[in-house]
């Protein structure tokens, strides 16, 4: 059974507003992924990282930045909320050194920007 | 460049078989995966397949891969309004993941 939360489910803020979306995992994976999902259902890929201090971004350009100093912990933030960024983040993990090591997934945060 | 391809809504009656397709581009592609997401969730991994096998079973889930044709198929055998959901079809080779847009299934009684 997957172990990977996201905090929070939810959130509602005004634009300008910096905020940080948590994501942390206690399966000891190395590589980690932000997924952004639009209303029309696609996955984006935004940033993944391979392990502690290290952060790539992903094929959708993105405005928010992450980080890794734990290797349980990813978090993303936006600087200054647009109502652009209004979406569902979704925070997944996987083994770095298997090949067939599937995505495991969070259960998201849906944010809206007013 | 690699593309997955899955259509996007598919509507079946409760007791009945659901067949979601799925098309891929990158013949190197090691596994493929079927994940499964319900309202307000995070993505479920439901069953993958290696690529040098034809078809996987799993309960109600058959799995068929056509590697001649980059074609992969679920099947949901007795299907049920908890089967309800988003499908989502993702190929991987190596570290990278590419997931399809997503196939739509409803449940009608």
């Known amino acids: 059974e997957a172990d990977i939360y996201q905090t929070p489910r939810y959130l509602v803020i005004g634009t300008g507003k910096k905020i940080t979306l948590e994501c942390s995992q206690t399966?000891?994976?190395?590589?980690m992924y932000w997924y952004q999902q639009d209303p029309g259902m696609e996955l984006h890929l935004i940033h993944y990282?391979?392990?502690?201090?290290?952060?790539e971004k992903g094929d959708l350009s993105s405005e928010s930045t992450v980080s890794r100093i734990r290797t349980e912990h990813f978090p993303l933030t936006l600087e200054s909320a647009r109502p652009s960024h209004t979406s569902q983040y979704l925070c997944?993990?996987?083994?770095?050194?298997?090949?067939?090591?599937?995505?495991?997934f969070g259960n998201g945060t849906r944010l809206t920007v007013t | 460049g690699e593309d997955v391809e899955q259509s996007l809504f598919l509507s079946v009656r409760e007791g009945d078989s659901s067949v979601i397709n799925c098309t891929y581009t990158?013949?190197?592609?090691?596994?493929l995966y079927w994940y499964k997401q319900e309202p307000g969730a995070g993505l479920q991994l439901l069953t993958y397949?290696?690529?040098?096998?034809d078809m996987k079973q799993d309960q109600r889930l058959t799995v068929l891969l056509n590697k001649k044709d980059k074609h992969l198929s679920l099947r949901i055998a007795d299907t049920q309004t908890g089967d309800s959901a988003i499908y989502f079809c993702?190929?991987?080779?190596?570290?990278?993941?590419?997931f399809g847009p997503g196939t739509r299934l409803s449940v009608l009684p």
């Open positions: 990158d013949s190197s592609s090691t596994y």
């Open positions: 990282s391979y392990g502690v201090n290290s952060t």
């Open positions: 397949i290696f690529s040098n096998m």
């Open positions: 399966m000891g994976h190395d590589k």
């Open positions: 993702a190929e991987s080779k190596g570290q990278n993941f590419v």
């Open positions: 997944a993990s996987s083994e770095l050194d298997r090949d067939n090591s599937p995505l495991h």
